[in-house]
């Protein structure tokens, strides 16, 4: 390069350094990559004219093999450090099929060798006015002083004296030196912070029709990165710059993100990464954009936190014995995975977090459907129960190395290590039909980082032929879902929240009513009887099981308390009994219950988790929560493992005819489901359709040849963020 290019210049609002790779604008500082920093002092040299993407290769890549992505992720980085954006630049334009151009003010700065003289020049300068308002020196002048004064009177006249003309020169000097230092001291000194208001107040930070979850900010504020959620496509990464309020892509679009957590660099963000036919754990570097792999997953992790201090992850995987959930730690640098918790049979780990001082790891483990704890366990192993059983835990974070902050459906509280749990309000924000989620406790500003989210369901009936056929069982702004139709086609029965609480809702022909002795806590496990009259569900109030039962003609209702151990409706057997199974201890078992006489049966010893009855009545379909696989049993003999089943990983949402089981998945992470058969005999399975995004754990039924599922309509989901008084 035959070109001398400055190292001290400015372009817009932002100064720069280039030996030292700096950019300076106000109080923030930046360091930008030495490749970004040569080609922006190219740029400034060359300001206002238009720089082809030939020339910027030749000058920076000469020699070397690149691909064309080399020259964007380089102006990638520097718009991004700039605060630019290519849509709308104010700083450098692209111009189609040519190039770049500089648009933004340039100015090259003096050499700070200059500056280092001139400071030079002024430092003396101080000392001589010291030295010449020395007492000794002033002392002297008076003395030349009065002698001048003599000398004039004898001559008749009367001037300024060179020592008064001196001294006042001094003093003058002095003066305008007072009032340069103070005006620079009041220019330079930082604004002072704003003084802490006593309210807490909610702000909101992003603003999106996506659904905008996962929020992670940097060790110093300035990042905060979240993923952005729409039907149809992956998880999107981006990342938000909070000194100039703009947002950035990260990573490769055609992938799925989720769990971002920074490192305590403030520039390296571990994620996981869903592909097509992988899951990986990897680091981002959000300067470049450049990825690198850690470790492959077996399976998608749920959850992802970094050591505050060690280049230490978190995160879960299957257990290689049991194959349930579990966590996991791996070195960044050694990549060697460390299991950490020992997940039983029927138990499922996830989410899991550092505490703040890195000792230990917090993590929710799951008992059942609706029954979750949370556990810490050290980086030896040892792990510890700090709560009791809970419906369902939303959010949570670490608030110090003694307290955590749960968002549960009731609103938020603090949890200590000891097990003590207080109601926290905090603002209101659970005054809103938005549950808050993905909390990131930002501990240097003492500020609660979150999402909260809103999304309604409703009940459609869909092909099994054509994925694209479907027709609305119920419309609405409000979570209708588990919804069954009865066999004679005549009744349709859901759960909604559409007065603001959770019940069972009729609907006969066009004619929608309310069953209000239903109202609980949570609902699930519809079943109609064989001869469509009677109704069946589970529902839980506070921390206690229920039989709910319903009978169309009378409108009669029965609750039939169950006890406080978790329960699964299997399906009615004759119209006067239903199959179950529920949990004892550690394991469960399957009985059979008499509507009419209120009798309970324990109808074997093996251990059957969640269980199916096809439509002949012949089999029991189920699965275990000793080990992964899927059995069928007649009830008559030894059941029989299908074949290559244990390799699934059954969600609540599957189902069964006579021939086949039938169970939904997310496909390849990009918000929309997918319907897959097995066969029974065989174990084989092939893909049946791609379906909207359809609830995971809600039950599905499946009619002749259609299916009812309750598809999942996002409303909004925004960033926010609120003052903690800690």
Known sequence: MSEILPHLFQVGDWQADANQNLMWHGSREIHLEPKGMAILQYLVIHANDVVSREVLFSEFWKNQVVT??????????????????PNNPKYIATIRNRGYKLIAPTTILEDPRVKEHQASVQKNIEKNIEKNLSPDHLVSEEIQAKEEQKKSRIHGTFFFNKGWLKHWKTSAALTLAIIIIAIIAKTVSPPQPPKKSSENKLSRITYSQEQNIMPTVSTNGE????????????????????????????????????????????????????????????????NSDDTQVIIELEQTSSGLSWHPQQSLLTYTQAHPVTGRPSIFTVHTKLKQPQLLTQ?????????????????????????????????????????????????????????????????????????????????????????????????????????????????????????????NLSH???????????GVVSRNGQNLAFVSNRTGEY???????????????????????????????????????????????????????????????????????????????????????????????QQKTKLSDLNIYQARLTPDKRQIVYTSNKASGVWLWDRHTVPKLITDSAQHNLPRNWFVDDEYLYYLTSFNNINQSQLWQLDFSTGKQHRVGIYPMLELNSRSQKLIYTFSASKISQLNGDIWSVALQL
């Open 472 to 482: 609305n069982l119920t419309r609405s702004q409000a979570v209708d879902t588990t």
């Open 68 to 85: 064309e992505d080399a020259l964007n992720r380089a102006m990638w980085n520097i718009r991004r450090s700039l605060g630019d954006t």
């Open 223 to 286: 990042s905060l990165v979240y993923i952005a959620r729409a039907q149809g496509i992956p998880n999107q990464l981006k990342l938000l710059d909070k000194t100039n309020n703009q947002t950035y892509w990260l990573g490769n679009q055609k992938h799925n993100y989720s769990y971002p957590t920074f490192n305590k660099d403030n520039v390296s963000l571990a994620v996981v990464i869903d592909k097509v036919d992988k899951s990986e754990l990897a680091i981002i570097n959000t």
């Open 343 to 467: 997940s039983g049979a029927g138990i499922k780990d996830q989410l899991p977090k550092f505490s703040p001082d890195g000792e230990k790891i917090a993590f929710i483990r799951h008992f059942a459907y609706r029954e979750q704890a949370l556990f810490v366990v050290d980086l030896q192993g040892k792990t510890q129960r700090i709560s009791g059983n809970f419906s369902q835990i939303h959010s949570y974070v670490w608030l110090n190395e003694e307290e955590l902050l749960l968002s549960l459906p009731e609103g938020t509280s603090r949890l200590s290590l000891t097990g003590q749990l207080t109601a926290e309000h905090i603002n209101n924000i659970e005054s809103n039909n938005f549950t808050t989620r993905n909390m990131h406790f930002d501990a240097n500003n003492n500020q609660l980082i979150f999402s909260q989210a809103n999304h309604s369901t409703q009940v459609v009936n869909y092909s099994l032929k054509d994925a």
């Open 503 to 597: 019940g069972i809702w009729l609907l006969q022909g066009n004619k929608l009513s309310h069953i209000k002795s239903s109202i609980a806590d949570y609902i699930y496990d519809l079943r109609w009887s064989p001869n469509s009259k009677k109704l069946i569900a589970i529902i839980k109030i506070n921390s206690e099981y229920f039989l709910f039962s319903y009978q169309t003609d009378s409108k009669l209702h029965s609750l039939i308390a169950i006890g406080e151990s978790p329960i699964s409706i299997t399906d009615w057997q004759t119209n006067q009994s239903i199959l179950f199974t529920q949990k004892q201890k550690d394991d469960w078992y399957l009985f059979q219950y008499n509507i009419e006489s």
